[in-house]
């Protein structure tokens, strides 16, 4: 089992920035890469970005492209999404998920998921 604790979610206004952060823990050895998910209300959720434990590789969902950012910290089993220049379109419930696949961008890529963290954006 991989567990995952997401913070940093917030109430923001239009051009501000925020960080959210992942903190996985359990067997996470299991997982090669680590993702991002959102889920507007009334919507389905999609895909953000993701990043690969081993390489670093990330691939990101081109409505966040330029100013979402995935990294990692091995060393604290952390993953992190700096998020600048927010749009009210942004606002989303936000989850981390954990995976074995590598570069993946699909919801059933992923066996673990967070509890997720509210983003607001306002205009």
């Known amino acids: 089992q991989v567990q995952l604790v997401e913070s940093g979610g917030g109430l923001v206004q239009a051009g501000d920035s925020l960080r959210l952060s992942c903190a996985a823990s359990?067997?996470?050895?299991?997982?090669?890469?680590m993702g991002w998910f959102r889920q507007a209300p009334g919507k389905e959720r999609e895909f953000v970005a993701t990043i690969s434990w081993a390489t670093g590789r990330t691939v990101y969902a081109d409505s966040v492209k330029g100013r979402f950012t995935i990294s990692r910290d091995n060393d604290k089993n952390t993953v992190y999404l700096q998020m600048i220049s927010l749009k009210p379109e942004d606002t989303a419930i936000y989850y981390c998920?954990?995976?074995?696949?590598?570069?993946?961008?699909?919801?059933?890529?992923?066996?673990?998921w967070g509890q997720g963290t509210q983003v607001t954006v306002s205009s």
């Open positions: 998920a954990a995976g074995p696949g590598s570069r993946a961008t699909a919801i059933l890529d992923y066996n673990y």
């Open positions: 359990g067997r996470t050895f299991s997982s090669r890469t």
